[in-house]
């Protein structure tokens, strides 16, 4: 994933998380993050 981002970082961000909890859990999480951490246009 971070290699992704790279060069991508004003657009793409990687939230890591220690334990795997699945795909779903993983979406929540972020996206539970970026509603609390940033101030977005679009998401």
Same mark, same amino acid.
């Given at each position: &994933?971070? #290699?992704? !981002?790279? /060069?991508h970082? #004003?657009?793409?961000m990687?939230y #890591? *998380? $220690?334990?795997? /909890? /699945?795909?779903a $859990?993983?979406? *929540? !999480? /972020?996206?539970?993050? &970026?509603? !609390? $951490?940033k101030?977005? $246009?679009? &998401?």
């Open positions: &994933m971070k #290699d992704i !981002q790279k /060069g970082e #004003d657009y793409i990687v #890591d *998380r $220690e334990k795997n /909890g /699945g795909k $859990e993983a979406v *929540r !999480q /972020g996206v539970n993050y &970026m509603l !609390q $951490e101030e977005l $246009e679009i &998401m």
